[in-house]
């Protein structure tokens, strides 16, 4: 999976920084590194991965709540969403028709154009890149997804010895099937598979499909139709108390 790529970092401070790496079939990638204010000692990190049609700013209020505990955080913007739209100097962007009727078939033609089978490897990149600064403990590195990005995270446990794994509403890209059995079968990371009762997108079977697949794997299902980040509120204490912090 690491076949990448040529990373193009800006210099990390203590405060927020605007990241960019470019992949190797040409997009330009963003990300938002932001650190907690007063450390004396390498921080762990948090790598957040927004679902389809989204942005990075959907883990804005997760994410400070990291910082406040003392963890750096990485929000990015995955190919062809928010600033990750420029391709090879072309603009490349996913459909953004989202109502949920019509969802489905955006994300199937998205992914012809903006090849979402490529998602794992840009964040293998992130992570590269991240593990070159020496304030942050790239052997402390938890993975927060959503949706699109919650079932691309998945397959970076084939690569990473992560200390924990949080998904809401997990997606599937058809692609990436295989290997993300593997890092279910494989990975002994304690995984946290969220959903909702009556999600409207089927990410409550894939929930309980993930989690009993996974070695260390935890299912929550609540009540309600909400998908992805919209079902934090719900569910955000029991993460803290799952990950221990």
Known sequence: MKKLILLLGSVLTLSAAELTITSEDGFKLYGWLDKPVQTKKKTPVVLFAHQFGSDHTIWNDLSKKFNDK???????????????????????????????????????????????????????????????????????????????????????????DVKALVALSAGEPKTLRADIDMALGTSMTKTLFIASKNDPLGATGRTIEYGKKAIAGTVIIVSGDGHGTVILPQVEDYIFSFLGI
């Open 70 to 160: 003392g963890f750096a955080t990485l929000n990015i913007d995955l190919r062809g969403h928010g600033k990750s739209t420029m391709q090879n100097g072309k603009t490349n962007k996913v459909i953004t028709n989202t109502r949920l009727d019509h969802i489905k078939e955006a994300l199937v033609q998205s992914d012809k154009i903006i090849g979402f089978e490529n998602i794992p490897s840009d964040l293998s990149a992130w992570i590269e890149l991240i593990s070159e600064d020496d304030t942050i403990d790239a052997g402390k590195l938890y993975l927060f997804g959503s949706s699109l990005g919650g079932g691309s995270i998945l397959v970076l446990l084939n690569d990473y």
